[in-house]
C-alpha cells in the first residue's frame, strides 16, 4: 500500500500559474510509476501527466504548458515527491487532480505509459482557473 498526499492546489486567473506536489510514501516498489490525473466536473478521469524510467508523458491539451518532475522526499516520512508545475493556464484546467502510482510491471504489462491502470490514488486537490 502506498500513501499519497496531494498539495498546493487553489485558484489563479488565467495565463497564471500553480504548482502542485504528491507526497508519496510506502513500498518503492509501488511507486516506480507517479502520475498526475485530472477530472472535471461531468468529465471522465483523464491523464495530464506520467514519469517513469522509461521517460515522461504529457496529454496533448497540456504539452509545452505542464511539467512533471520527481524527486527524492526532504521529510523522513515519505520517500518520493512528484510535482506539477502549470504554467498558462487555462480556465479548461479546471479539474480536481490527482496524484497515482503503480509500479513499472503490472498486469502482465511493463512500463508507466501501457494501458495498465494506476493501483494507488491521492485524495485529490482542486485547481480553479477563472477567465
Known amino acids: 500500500e502506498l500513501d499519497l498526499v496531494e498539495s498546493g492546489g487553489g485558484s489563479v486567473e488565467a495565463e497564471g500559474a500553480l504548482r502542485i506536489s504528491c507526497a508519496v510514501s510506502?513500498?518503492?516498489?509501488?511507486?516506480?510509476?507517479l502520475g498526475w490525473f485530472r477530472q472535471a466536473p461531468g468529465q471522465e478521469r483523464e491523464t495530464v501527466a506520467r514519469?517513469?524510467?522509461?521517460?515522461?508523458?504529457?496529454?496533448?491539451?497540456v504539452q509545452g504548458r505542464f511539467t512533471i518532475a520527481r524527486h527524492s522526499a526532504k521529510n523522513g516520512k515519505y520517500l518520493q515527491m512528484v510535482d506539477l508545475q502549470m504554467d498558462g493556464l487555462k480556465p479548461d484546467d479546471t479539474a480536481v487532480y490527482y496524484c497515482?502510482?503503480?509500479?513499472?510491471?503490472?498486469?502482465?504489462?511493463?512500463?508507466?505509459?501501457?494501458?495498465?491502470?494506476?493501483?494507488?490514488w491521492g485524495q485529490g486537490i482542486q485547481v480553479n482557473v477563472s477567465s
Open positions: 497515482a502510482a503503480r509500479p513499472y510491471c503490472s498486469r502482465g504489462l511493463c512500463g508507466c505509459h501501457t494501458t495498465s491502470p494506476y493501483l494507488f
Open positions: 514519469s517513469g524510467s522509461d521517460g515522461t508523458y504529457y496529454t496533448a491539451a
Open positions: 510506502g513500498n518503492a516498489y509501488d511507486m516506480q510509476c
